[in-house]
């Protein structure tokens, strides 16, 4: 009205019986609501295929009561929101926090999977699991189909002989975004980092692994069964970690090396205890 005619604010309001307070009105954040702000955030960034509905599911995990509407005006107010229509590479539209590099092991794993056939034309999938770190092959295992809790599984016997590591690095597949494997990072305070759709550089140790295992193992073999396949695949696996030199490790094998490293922290944490001892000459 106010377009069309030369008349104010008020004198629109009073003949659309309109209330002037609405037009003013501009949404604030209000103080109570940033520590939810940063939680929903925290989610946000290690969780980046997650919308309101799936961190509120979180964040009632974590014991926040909070009602999905609420977290919904926080979401967009912070521009979290993804874009549904995404370009034909199924790029994320918000990239969400850095990439940490690991400085240690069992900080960083990561975990993907290589598909291949049998002789008769049957399709397997190879779970592939190693330390970025130390490069070792935790875990290498052949099924015909997998599923989120068959993951989690294989997951846990790793955690079982070696300790869990502080985030793995996945891709998006429903294997790794469903139920089970977020139930199963959250009971044991692992952080799940997800690769951006179309950037395969984001798990770029576990590609340049995959590459490898095609190379000398997949593309030079043909397998009968499943069960021979994952004999193949085990003997690969011990020969890999034990025998293989990488230029990036000093051109010595994941084994050797994560054995030197453990080595020197544990002549480290000996000194240092020898330094800081009441009876120690340097101390006294």
Partial sequence: MRAHYPVGTKRSCTILHYNRATIYYRPRLAAKNAALLAQIKAIAETRVHYGYRRITDRLRMQGVRVNHKHVQ??????????????PRRRRAAVVRGPRIAATRPNQVWSVDFVHDRLADCRAIRLLTLIDTYTRECLALEVRRSWCSADVAEVLRQVVARRGKPHRITCDNGSEFCAVPMDRWAYFNDVKLDYSRPGKPVDNCYIESFNALLRRELLNASYFESPDQ?????????????AEHPHSSLGHRSPQSFAQAWFAQAWIAQFDSQILTHPACPTTG
């Fill in 73 to 86: 005006r926080l979401y967009r107010l912070a521009g979290l929101g993804l874009h549904r229509r995404r």
């Fill in 229 to 241: 396949a994952q004999r193949a695949a085990t003997k690969w696996r011990h020969d890999y970690n």
